[in-house]
């Protein structure tokens, strides 16, 4: 190995594997799409049915419907049924809130539920 730095061979070991960079890949590639964002943006600030998150996003409701399901799937949502509402909120793991965090700092805006 060509090595400038004493650290690389040490680096290098900790280097991700190929399917970690792809799970890795796969979730990013959930945000390539300006809809998805607008979705995780209200998702991330309150819980809402798939009805109220259509109209906010001016698109219908089997197409939110399509977008909450790859959310839901990639980890980044989670639901809940009360009667005949499924309502969809951020999940609360470390990577919804990483996500959360970005969206806040892209849009450079403060959460509505922080203290700025």
Known sequence: MHCHHAETAKILHLLPSETACSEAADIFSQLCDPTRLRILW??????????????????????VSHHLRN???????????????IYYKLAETPAARLLHTMIDDVFEMTCPGSNP
């Open 42 to 63: 209200v998702l991330a600030h309150t819980e809402e049915c798939v009805n109220n998150i259509a109209l906010a996003v001016d698109m219908s409701t089997s197409a």
């Open 71 to 85: 959310l839901r799937q990639a980890g980044f949502i989670v639901n809940r049924r009360s009667g005949k509402e």
